[in-house]
Every structure is written in C-alpha cells, then in structure tokens.
C-alpha cells in the first residue's frame, strides 16, 4: 500500500513551488504562450514516440493515468507515483498502419522505487495517435510521420517531507527514413495524498530538440496535472475513476478522464470496464473511450478503444506485479 503523504505545511509548500516551476518552464504566461504558438507556427513538435500516451488503461480512461495505483507503468506519465516491483507491456494499434511497443518495470531500490522503460512507434501514420497528443499545431490535428522513434527512460520515486518526488531521464531518437537523430530529455514530478484522492503533477519531455537536416525539430513538450480516487465499494461494484489536465508547449489545455467499474464473482477474480472522454478538435475524431479488463491474482489484462471507422485505435495492455 502506498505511503500515506502527510499534509504538513511544507508538502504543500513543496507542490506550490512544483506547480509554479513547471509551468514557468513551459511558459505558462500568456505573452510567453503566444509567443511559443508563433514560433512554432512551421515547425511541429515531436517526435511522435513523445506524442502518445501508451497503456490500455489510461487510453480507457481518456487519456488519465490511473494515479491512485501507482505501477511501472507510471515511469511514462508520473514518474512520482513509480511504486512496488512489477512488469508491464503495451501494444497500440495507430491510425494507417502505425503501431506502438511500450514495456516498463519498476522495483524497490535505496529506500524508494525505481523503473525502466522502453517504447518505440514505428510504420506511418498521423502524429495524434492519443486524443490527448499535440503536434505543434493544435490538439488532435494529424501531422504525417514515416519511420520510426523510440525513447529509453530511468526514472527513480522517493519522499521527500511527505511529499512524493520523481524524475526519468530519457533517450530520445528519430528515424525518418533520411535522418537519424538523438538527444536527451528528462521528466520531473511530484505527488501527494489528499483523503482518498491521489494528485500528480509532472513536466515531461524537458530538453533540446532533435538536429535534422538544418533545422532543429523540437520537443513535445507538457505539463499534466492528474487525480485519481481508487475503486470503492458501490453496491455489488467497485468504483473509481482518474482526470487530467494536460497543457502542451504551445499552450493549448486539453482535459480528459473517465470512470473504472469493477465486478468479482469471485475473490481474485476480477472483471473492469471503463469509460472515459476527452477533449478533440476535429470533427471526424471520436471524444469517447472505452476499454476493459481482467485482473487475476497477480496478472492483468487490458484492452481500450478510441474513435470509428479510419480514426479508429486499439490497444492491448499485460500488466504482472
């Protein structure tokens, strides 16, 4: 079970300072905003490995890590909620033929928990691949990319004056068929108890951009700001849910979430649904998710769904802990 974070006056203080430093990195001032959206005008964010969120269960629950179940799984979205000893893998089916490979593991290490991460997206397809995503020139507009991208991350989770702490270094790389680049990046966060509800914060992808053929491609850079509440008894279910708020470089906010209901029949036999919506900008593109799983003794299964007829993805999820 996770620590229970203290409320004391310097945790708060300590998410404050979080708070405002990340958004101050990414300009969160109107002019600074602005400013961005015209200097990024011709030139899109990326590479596309950055601009999707991988996992079955955060895709279900529109595009929300699930933040009051901390796994491996939350090197890729809140580094700060990295908890217990455990292995997952994502494979997501993208738009006109694209497809995304994620694996993470996570275990205790010097008083706090560590993880590893991989996840390459490779084919063609168009760069909004996660309702969520941006491109550089809006939420959910489709930006064409052929080749391949990966991004390798370690990442580490501790406490801190009862306040959770974490960061992942990243590897990140571009294959376009033409030109291979590499660079550094790096995510930081913080998360904290408040009752029953679990708030992260974190900055991700912070660092130069990719060297092309004379010119340099930038970042996808964002600050997501999630909660969660774990399932509680309803009935003859269990309810939960998870939101997001998730801010990208050139200032657009796009929110999202969604609802997680379970059903077991039997002890350690559990059967999850779960629903979600998120905010798009285009017409054609769906706002609804859905997915589904099964969860027994120590392994789960995920799929989710997202948008209708060529928009259509899916994904499939194999968690163990």
């Known amino acids: 079970m996770r620590r229970r974070a203290r409320t004391e006056r310097g945790a708060c203080g300590a998410a404050l300072a979080c708070l405002g430093l990340a958004l101050?990195?990414?300009?969160?001032?109107?002019?600074?905003?602005?400013?961005e959206r015209h200097d990024r005008d011709s030139r899109r964010a990326g590479p596309p490995v950055l601009t999707f969120a991988p996992g079955a269960r955060a895709m279900g629950l529109g595009g929300a890590f699930f933040a009051a179940d901390g796994s491996d799984a939350a090197l890729l979205h809140h580094p700060a909620l990295l908890e217990g000893s455990g292995f997952g893998a994502a494979f997501h089916r993208l738009e006109d033929g694209g497809s995304l490979v994620a694996t993470t593991a996570s275990g205790e290490w010097f008083?706090?928990?560590?993880?590893?991460g991989v996840v390459f997206v490779g084919g063609t397809g168009e760069a909004r691949g996660h309702p969520e995503d941006?491109?550089?020139?809006?939420?959910g507009r489709a930006e064409?990319?052929?080749?391949?991208?990966?991004?390798?991350?370690?990442?580490?989770?501790g406490e801190v004056?009862?306040?959770r702490v974490g960061g992942a270094a990243k590897v990140v790389g571009q294959d376009d068929g033409t030109t291979r680049s590499r660079t550094l990046a790096a995510d930081v966060g913080a998360a904290m108890e408040a009752g029953p509800v679990t708030v992260a914060l974190t900055a991700q992808n912070l660092?130069?951009?990719?060297?092309?053929?004379?010119?340099?491609?930038?970042l996808a850079t964002r600050v997501a700001l999630g909660a969660g509440m774990d399932r509680k008894p309803v009935g003859p279910l269990d309810i939960g849910g998870a939101v997001q708020l998730a801010r990208d470089g050139d200032g657009e906010i796009v929110p999202g979430g969604g609802v997680e209901i379970a059903w077991w029949p039997?002890?350690?036999?559990?059967?999850i649904l779960r629903f979600g919506a998120v905010h798009v900008s285009e017409d054609h593109a769906s706002p609804f998710t859905f997915g589904g799983g099964f969860a027994g003794d120590r392994l789960r299964l995920d799929y989710a769904y997202q948008g209708a007829g060529r928009e259509s993805r899916h994904a499939l999820g194999l968690a163990f802990r």
């Open 24 to 35: 101050n990195i990414l300009g969160a001032s109107p002019g600074l905003a602005a400013q």
């Open 111 to 116: 008083g706090g928990f560590a993880g590893i």
């Open 134 to 139: 941006r491109d550089g020139e809006g939420p």
């Open 144 to 157: 064409r990319w052929r080749g391949s991208s990966f991004a390798v991350a370690a990442g580490f989770a």
């Open 161 to 163: 004056l009862g306040l």
């Open 207 to 218: 660092g130069p951009g990719l060297a092309g053929k004379g010119e340099t491609l930038p």
């Open 266 to 271: 039997v002890v350690g036999r559990v059967f």
